[in-house]
């Protein structure tokens, strides 16, 4: 491990994490809680989204007004998100105001009131963005595959939740999903900057005394079943996501897959955009995708296209996935390696990215992984590496979804077929 990484665990199981980054001004910090959607039930899906919204309304010390004027009157920046597996609480500011971004962290994860007038108002926020999503097919288009390839599991629900639910969610609902699952053996501290890691250590002990400290069930394990879902609407275009079960962030065959991905469909250069839009024009928007999870994972793929052009633009895509396990050139596996290490490398010029990065590493790993680590695993994948982890995830159940102009669409048992062809 690198003399400017350090890693604490408390007494208490909060574990933090830190890299000192001398040549920049700024620190980033953030709360990263191992706890998303894949943690919900039916009954409350939706719950984690809403928290990671209320969480900046309002503490005993602050008002939500005050959180962010706190931040902002010396430059800084605060935000939150919500995923399957992570809801991460974060701030980037200069270096000498990082007493102030731990301590609101803090705050917000131990002291939240939850205001019933301010539920309320962000009740109607967040219902506002479900009819965004809704509203914006090239999104709501990946929660549906989501839920197709992990049917009726809560791996397959979506983030934002359903307006029905979101409606039902009371102050009690929030508090105890709160008390129950954002404990200190579920958090990961991290922080990214010019810092010192015993300053974070002695201020994180300060801010985040209040947490729990009790262990928590492991979440339900997925369980891939895949399937056919397409949806008519009056849309200019046709948006389609056509995947397979494929690995967890712990598999052997990770970094072959996100190689596969890239070289797929992962730029201008991809054998996807070449064939489809370069050549033969079918599309504006097409690429390949990963996304492993702890447990599992998916590959797919995304397209939009006209209606006049659906019936030719499935064919194709599956012709490309089958020609490619036929065999890559060097060249091309050259450039996958490329582009991978350097989105990597580039990232890490950034505290913020950082910081996610680290946490992440702690919470999958449960220790820090070197870039030179990574580099030697990325450059380790072999052309026969790719072409056995391709048959091996193009052979399995498809998933296949679809919003609007549809009808001209292949079946799913042509779609099979050409597969298995």
Known sequence: MPDTIEVTTLDNGLTIITERMDRVETISFGAYVSIGTRDETAENNGVSHFLEHMAFKGTERRSASRIAEEIENVGGYINAYTARETTAYY???????????????????????FLDAEIE??????????????????????????????????????TLGTEQLVSGMTRETLMGYMREHYTTH???????????????????????????THQTPRPRGAAYAGGDLRTT?????AHLVMGFPSVSYHHPDHYAVMILSTLLGGGMSSR????????????????SFASPFSDSGLFGL??????????????????ELKRLQDGLTAEELSRARAQLKSSLLMSLESTGSRCKQLARQIQIHG???????????IDAVTEEDILRVAREIFAGTPTFTAIGPVKNMPTMDDITARLAA
Not at 199 to 205: E, G, P, R
């Open 186 to 212: 579920n958090i990961t501290i991290a922080a990214a900057g010019n810092l010192h890691h015993q300053q974070v250590v002695d201020l994180v002990k300060e801010h985040f005394r209040d947490l729990p």
């Open 121 to 158: 108002r962000e009740r109607g926020v967040i219902l506002q963005e479900i009819g965004q999503a809704n509203d914006t097919p090239d999104d709501i288009i990946f929660d549906q595959f989501q839920e197709r390839a992990f049917p009726e599991q809560p791996m397959g629900r979506p």
């Open 367 to 377: 220790r820090p992984v070197t870039v030179t680590e990574t580099v030697g695993k």
């Open 302 to 319: 995304y397209a939009g296209t006209g209606e006049a052009e659906t019936a030719e633009l499935v064919p194709v895509m599956i012709d």
């Open 91 to 113: 701030v980037k500011l200069l270096k000498e105001d990082l007493a102030l971004g731990v301590d609101i962290i803090g705050d917000i994860l131990t002291h939240s009131t």
């Open 233 to 237: 609407r009056e849309l200019d275009q």
């Open 272 to 287: 996807l955009f070449q064939e489809i839009r370069e050549r033969r024009g079918l599309v504006y928007s097409v690429y």
